[in-house]
C-alpha cells in the first residue's frame, strides 16, 4: 500500500502548473491557512474601495521640478550656472553633504507638508494619498550619499491621514541602482535586489504587524513594491520573480489584510492579468535579507520567501501620460479619444485584477521646467535633447493670467475625460500630485483654485458619458502653450470671413 504521506505531495505537483516559466507553481488547492491568517481586517472592503486619491510627490522624495527652490540654491553663487545643479536627492545629498543636506531635507520635511494639507486634500472629495518614499528611509548602501530621517514623516503623515480620514498607500518610489527612469542597474547587483526585499520586509514588518498595523489597519491600505521599473532595461523574468518574492513575504510577515500594489513597468494594459491571479502560488527560492545596520527600524531582518501564500488584493498600478511621447503634438480632440481609448482596455482587465490609474496629470505640455530632467528642454517646444519639431511655446506655461479661455476649457476637459473614464472602468485613480512650488498642470491644489480641476469631482462642464458637449474648439490645440492658431493670422481669417 502506497503511503499517503507519498501520495499528497504528488497530487499536489499533478494539479499545480508553472507560471511565467519561473519556477512558481499555483494550485486551486486553498493553503491560505498554513501561511497566510490575517489577525487585522480592516473595516471596509478593499476589494471595493474606489480610488480617488493624489500623490504627496516631492515630499519625501524630492523631485527639481516639485521643488525647484531647492535645487536653484545651487545655482546662486557667481560663477555657477545649471550645470552646477544636482539632478536629484543622490546628487543633492552628495553635493551638500550629509550635515548639510540633513539640516535642509529636515526644514524641507518640516514645512512642505503639514496636517493641514490633510485636511484640505479630504476637503477636495479624496480619499486616499499616495506617499513615495525610498528605500533611503529605511537601509542605505554602505557608500550612499542619501540621509535618513524621512521615515519619520511617513509615520507622522499616517496620524495625518487618520485624523482626516485618508487612507495612505506607501509607494517605494526608488531602489538601489534605480532611482528612476533612466537608472536601470537595479539588477546589476546581487546587493541592490536583496536590499530592496530587505526594506520591503522592514515595510511590512513595521506597518502590517503590532500596534501599528492594529491602530492604522482602516487608514494603510496598501503598499506598492516598487515605482515604475522601467522594463524595456530591466529583465521582465527577473522583475516577476521579485514580485512573486515580496508578495509572499508579505502575507507570510503582516497581520494586517492591505493590498499589495503591482506597478505595471510600463507594460501594455493586459499584460498582468493571469499573474499571481486566482489560487496560491509556491516559490522555493529563498531570500535572506542581513542584518539592517542603518535602521532605526528594530524588527527582524531576516525572512525567506519560501512557502506558500494566498493570491488576493492585489493592485496592479497603470501610470498613463500624454506628453512624454509623440501624442505631445496631438490636439485636444484626440488626446480625447486617446483617453476613452485607454479606459476600453482598463474596463476589460478588472474580471482578472482590479486595476487603478495610479498617476496621471493635467498636462498637455511637458513644458513644465526640469519635468524632463534638470538641464532638459521640452518635446513640444522642440527643445534639446529631442529636437522634435515644434508644437508651440513652452513661455507661459507657469503663468495663469496669460492662458487663453482655450487653454482653460482644453485642460479642464481633459481633466474630466480623465475622471470620468478612469472612475467608470478601473478601480479608480490617484492624481500627480497634490502641489507644487511654481507649476500648473501638475498641481491638483492649483488647478482646483483656477477652476480647471471638479469640484465636486463629477461636476463635469464638458463631458458627458464620456463625449465632449463642447463642439465649439474640439480641435485647437492650447493656444499660449502653442497654438495652432497665430495672432498674426487674425486679421486674414477677419477678412476671409467678410469676402
Known sequence: MVSLDFILPLCILLLSYSVNGLGINTTSTDFTNVTNSTEFSPSYDPNTFKYQGVAIGGWLVLEPYITPSLFLAFNQTKGTNESDIPVDEYHY???????????????????????????????????????????????????????????????KALGWAKNNDLKVMIDLHGAPGYRDIGYPGWFNKTEYLTVTKSVLHMIYKKYGTGDIAREYKDTILGIEVINEPYTPSLSITKLK????????DARNTQDLNNTIVIQDGFEPLGYWNDFLSGGNIYTNSSSKFPSISNSSSNSS???????????????????????????????????LSDIVGYASGL????????????????????CAPWLNGVGLGSRYAGEAPYNWTKTGSCKNIDNFSKWSKQDKKNTRKFIEIQLDQYSRYSAGWIFWCWKTETTIEW???????YDLFPQPLDNFTYIVNGTDTDKTSSSAKNSIMGGSL??????IIVLILFI
Open 347 to 366: 474596463k476589460d482587465e478588472q474580471s482578472h485584477h482590479r486595476s487603478i490609474v495610479g498617476e496621471w496629470s493635467a498636462a498637455l505640455t511637458d
Open 93 to 155: 545629498c552628495q553635493q551638500l553633504g550629509p550635515e548639510e543636506a540633513k539640516a535642509r531635507l529636515t526644514q524641507h520635511w518640516d514645512t512642505f507638508y503639514t496636517e493641514d494639507d490633510f485636511a484640505d486634500i479630504k476637503s477636495r472629495g479624496l480619499n486616499m494619498v499616495r506617499i513615495p518614499i525610498g528605500y533611503w528611509a529605511f537601509q542605505k548602501l554602505d557608500n550612499d550619499p542619501y540621509v535618513m530621517g524621512a521615515q519619520d514623516y511617513l509615520d
Open 486 to 491: 497665430s495672432i498674426a493670422l487674425l486679421p
Open 301 to 335: 531582518s531576516n525572512s525567506s520567501s519560501n512557502g506558500w501564500a494566498g493570491t488576493f488584493n492585489i493592485l496592479i498600478d497603470h501610470h498613463h501620460y500624454e506628453v512624454f511621447s509623440t501624442s505631445v503634438t496631438s490636439n485636444i480632440t484626440t488626446h
Open 443 to 449: 498641481d491638483l491644489k492649483r488647478l482646483v483654485e
Open 241 to 248: 520573480k521579485f514580485y512573486v518574492d515580496t508578495y509572499i
